[in-house]
């Protein structure tokens, strides 16, 4: 597993670490704008992994995330060999969605950009959301407590 969960309050706040790449710069010489987005999603995934939800597990339980809605805030720029810690946060307030808030930080506790993503669980078959997200990620995660369950 890459990255690690820590409580902050009553959240779960998980955290991935990625160091930027030649090849996701654009002509500007810093971090390509969609490269971001990639990374944010690259947190959920690791998350999702880090609670015993890899995609696979989900699609054999007829379950599947789908972003729904995500804004993101540039905050400051990033360059070839930034490390940044990106972290992912859910949170479950009832109904059929739930946000993520993300950020990516530098080392230096710089904040580069903030992620925020209204997400549901799709029904794989009625191809429509559930009813209550978090339950049915409960049922089948093996440490529900990384998502904030």
Sequence with gaps: MIGGAVRVG????????????GYEL???G???????LQYAEHARWELL?????????MVA????????????????ELH??????????FEFTGGKIFRMHQQIVKLD???????EVVSGILDLQARKLVADPGAALRAIAE???????
């Design 26 to 28: 654009d002509i500007n």
């Design 80 to 89: 070839l060999g930034d490390e940044v810690t990106v972290t992912c946060e």
């Design 109 to 115: 506790g710089t904040v580069s950009a903030q992620i």
């Design 30 to 36: 810093h971090l390509n704008q969609a490269v971001y």
């Design 49 to 57: 992994r880090a609670s015993g939800l890899p995609g696979e597990k």
């Design 10 to 21: 009553s959240f779960m706040v998980f955290s991935v670490p990625i160091t930027v790449r």
């Design 61 to 76: 339980a007829g379950i599947g995330p789908v972003v729904l809605e995500q804004t993101i805030k540039y905050q400051r």
């Design 143 to 149: 440490s529900p407590d990384v998502l904030g369950l």
